[in-house]
């Protein structure tokens, strides 16, 4: 949904964002530290209701940001 603006569920090009709006609520960012998180994009399907998430570019360049965040997380496996 983020690059194509199609839903993967229903093939729906209703897909909406937070991208570039501010951030409000639970889902907006995942907390790393007391004074440190990273924000999310949220992408929304108006026509089925899928959601995907994404950690904000700008968060995902931040080393230290990404380093705090592998301690928080376990690494899914393939």
Not at 7 to 23: I, L, Q, R, W
Not at 30 to 53: A, K, N, P, Q, T
């Amino acid at each position: 949904m983020k690059k194509s603006g199609c839903c993967p569920k229903c093939n729906s090009t209703e897909v909406y964002t937070t991208k570039g709006t501010t951030k409000r609520g639970e889902r907006s960012s995942i907390g790393i530290s007391s004074f440190s998180s990273v924000s999310i994009d949220l992408y929304i399907c108006i026509s089925c209701g899928f959601i995907e998430e994404y950690g904000e570019e700008s968060d995902l360049k931040d080393l230290k940001k990404m380093e705090k965040l592998k301690k928080l997380f376990r690494k899914v496996q393939p």
